[in-house]
């Protein structure tokens, strides 16, 4: 190798390095900036949001865990969060934990507070033994990777119940998402079992997303990889009434989950038949 090649080459990672020390140092400067704006944000309105979470669960009431939300930056630098209008919070009421989110821009509440409320209805009102359950989960889907934060609905403030939310949601925002796990086999209910059931009329008249899915598990040994991937994808089950989806495939799935079986009954409402008075109900199975 000639001396000129070699310095050719040694000027191009000089210059890589120095590229490379610059953009870290910039990405450092940015997300300093965001961190301080996270904290303004907090200072501005921790308060405000402490006196809505009274107002709407009484005096007893406490916020604590006051952070910003914080969003990945779909700009040029990797790994920046940037803060965003919204606090997360915890409410302590009654001895109970609750998940809380404060919109600082319309200056609304959702949280967790009635979450159970709201859609155990669903599960009392299914045909499955309640002493097979092993858990029931409503995942919500304003999870937040930053603070680990947002694994469960939240609703507004003001809905209590599942007449509520059917009433009186705010479109877009009131999913509901019911997720049983349960070691009772249900792959003897039909289709005309599960439709004909007052409950799916009800869930019927929901003018958002909705989701039931029943999960008849063989154990437990997939069930934390299971309630992630349904975490994040909320048409994990549904998605298998695809033509495309063999039979092979919907077999691997319920071997890979440990699972006898699974049904879904999806609400699939979206903004674009907001006006739309009957959406349509969307059942399947796999086994």
């Not at 990405?27 to 200072?43: G, P, S």
């Not at 930056?73 to 965003?84: F, I, N, P, T």
């Not at 995942?139 to 990777?145: K, N």
């Not at 019927?204 to 994808?233: M, P, V």
């Amino acid at each position: 190798m000639n001396m000129k090649r070699i310095m050719v080459i040694l000027m191009t990672a000089v210059t890589c390095l120095s590229f490379s020390s610059c953009w870290v140092i910039d990405q450092a400067r940015e997300q300093k900036a965001e961190d301080n704006a996270a904290e303004e944000l907090v200072d501005k309105y921790e308060q405000v949001f402490a006196d809505k979470v009274r107002a709407a669960h009484g005096e007893t009431a406490s916020l604590t865990d006051v952070k910003c939300v914080m969003h990945e930056s779909g700009r040029m630098y990797y790994g920046l969060w940037e803060a965003r209008n919204d606090l997360l919070g915890t409410i302590e009421l009654n001895g109970n934990s609750y998940e809380a989110v404060y919109y600082c821009e319309t200056g609304k509440l959702r949280d967790s507070v009635h979450t159970e409320d709201i859609c155990s209805e669903i599960t009392n009102a299914l045909p499955l033994d309640k002493s097979q359950i092993y858990e029931v989960v409503y995942p919500g889907y304003d999870y937040y990777d930053k603070n680990e934060y947002g694994k469960i609905l939240k609703f507004d403030s003001s809905l209590n119940t599942l007449d509520d939310v059917i009433a009186n949601g705010e479109v877009g925002k009131e999913d509901v998402k019911v997720f049983i796990f349960t070691y009772e086999d249900v792959s003897s209910l039909t289709e005309a079992e599960i439709m004909s059931l007052p409950i799916i009329a009800k869930f019927d008249r929901l003018r958002n997303y909705g989701n039931i899915s029943i999960l008849s598990l063989k154990d437990t040994g997939a069930l934390d990889d299971l309630k992630d991937k349904l975490n994040r994808n909320r048409d994990l089950i549904t998605q298998y009434k695809r033509d495309d989806i063999t039979d092979e495939k919907r077999q691997e799935f319920l071997d890979n989950f440990h699972l006898n079986c699974a049904i879904a009954v999806k609400n699939d409402f979206y903004y674009s038949n907001v006006e739309e008075d009957d959406p349509e109900l969307e059942y399947y199975k796999i086994g």
